[in-house]
Nanobody, 122 residues
């Protein structure tokens, strides 16, 4: 089992920066793919950013150039969010996939955290 605990979400203003953290514990592996997803009220969950077991990163078009994902050797990950916009308001979830192939499909991820709320006021 893998446990994921997110932190760092809060109310900010448009244009502000925020850093989310996801502490990973349990049976993690360096080959795990890690990702951030988000879900706004009334909307489907969407992929935000991911980092492959090999270290390569991928971002959604809506956050590319504003958000950055990084990971520690223990598979804890971070999401640096800059120039936040009201449309970034959502619950942000950390996820781990122990499969062989990296994917942006949340249904393929094996473990999820409880989420942390980010609210961006205009």
């Amino acid at each position: 089992q893998v446990q994921l605990v997110e932190s760092g979400g809060r109310l900010v203003r448009a244009g502000d920066s925020l850093r989310l953290s996801c502490a990973a514990s349990g049976r993690t592996h360096s080959t795990d793919h890690m990702a951030w997803f988000r879900q706004a009220p009334g909307k489907e969950r969407e992929f935000v950013a991911g980092i492959r077991g090999t270290g390569g990163t991928l971002y959604s078009e809506s956050v590319n150039g504003r958000f950055w994902i990084a990971r520690d050797p223990d598979n804890s990950i971070y999401l640096q969010m800059n120039n936040l916009k009201p449309e970034d308001t959502a619950g942000y979830y950390c996820a781990a996939d122990q499969g062989a192939v990296f994917t942006t499909d949340g249904r393929r991820y094996d473990y999820w955290g409880q989420g942390t709320q980010v609210t961006v006021s205009s």
